[in-house]
């Protein structure tokens, strides 16, 4: 099969593209730079057909609509989608000529949990313009596929973390390594509430997993979305006592109102951390696992080893 993948060189290309190449595809990944994050193996890279251009440019114009009509392809994976305006163009671009489009979501199109573990057929209350424009974006998909066969399916990870990405830390935001610092010394480290606000990490790989588990499942993907996520998600505290353990210490903890974690946190921090705590994701796998035989390989405590693995063997982490 011919495959375009669009944005193949971040945490989730950089798995799924050897995947397809050694399941014998032909691959062409548009992107900005010729540079996954993850080369290895490069003798799979070399496979790839390259297409360098830059998206946000190209769409200020007519350029990329032009350049999706000119391209070939059986199956179409976008992974840089983030407004209806441009999933627009791709619809426009594709329909009646190509067998499957992928669209890579967010669980944040889902708004705050309100029932957990929160499944698909869930209505969906976003409240942050990244999760409403996703939103929008999976509505308009699923109607093109029951209105006229457009061969949609929408995969919604998320937060998607890998061994060079920090994952959202124990206090919900991306805030330097600090923080790992502090439970591995055993020093004081802030939560807000209560610390049960909770997170749902996914593994880049696992991600790439369920992208390829829906091409081969075509027929009980077309028409769905799914959640892509580790199997279970963990509170803020319990990370906070997993990635102590590692370091054998358990975490010295200080629980303040949400509000109040402005006071101990950067702005741009804390903003992350509201956003997390207000979402408190949590979602079953159990649509993925019934119709395409998804089975998540890491967990989220194995997300944060690999990660504070990575951290130290790079000296980003001195304990």
Not at 37 to 56: E, S
Not at 166 to 176: A, E
Not at 287 to 311: D, M, N, S, V
Request: contains cysteine; aromatic residues 8%; negative net charge.
């Amino acid at each position: 099969m011919k495959i375009l993948v669009i944005g193949g060189t971040g945490h989730i290309g950089s798995n799924l593209i050897p995947r397809l190449i050694l399941n014998g595809h032909e691959v062409s990944v548009i992107a900005r730079h010729a540079q996954p994050r993850y080369a290895n193996p490069q003798v799979v890279w070399k496979q790839v057909k390259w297409i360098i251009a830059d998206r946000t440019a190209e769409e200020k114009d007519n350029t990329w609509r032009n350049r999706m009509l000119e391209l070939d392809a059986d199956i179409v994976i976008d992974l840089l989608c983030f407004t209806p305006e441009q999933n627009q163009i791709m619809y426009e671009s594709f329909r009646g000529r190509i067998a499957h489009f992928l669209h890579c979501g967010t669980i944040w199109s889902y708004g705050p949990c309100e029932s957990i573990p929160y499944e698909e057929r869930f209505v969906r209350r976003p409240i942050t313009e990244y999760g409403i424009n996703k939103a929008k974006i999976e509505t308009f998909l699923l109607n093109t596929y029951h209105q006229d066969g457009f061969p949609a399916t929408i995969l919604h990870p998320g937060h998607i973390s890998g061994r060079r990405w920090l994952p959202i830390d124990p206090q919900g935001t991306i805030n330097g390594v600090k923080i790992y610092e502090h439970l591995a010394k055993g020093e004081k480290v802030h939560l807000p509430g209560d610390g049960l606000a909770t997170l749902h990490h996914v593994h880049g790989d696992d991600v790439a997993q369920i992208f390829e588990l829906a091409m081969q499942h075509r027929e009980q993907s077309l028409g769905e979305a799914f959640s892509v996520v580790a199997p279970y998600a963990v509170t803020l505290k319990g990370l906070c006592r997993h990635i102590a353990s590692l370091f054998g210490q358990i975490p010295n903890l200080e629980y303040l109102p949400l509000e109040e974690m402005n006071e101990v946190m950067d702005k741009n921090a804390f903003e992350g951390t509201r956003a997390h705590v207000i979402h408190s994701s949590c979602c079953s796998i159990s649509k993925a696992q019934r119709l395409l035989g998804y089975q998540p390989r890491y967990t989220t405590e194995q997300i944060f080893l690999e990660c504070i693995e990575y951290l130290l063997e790079s000296g980003q982490l001195i304990i």
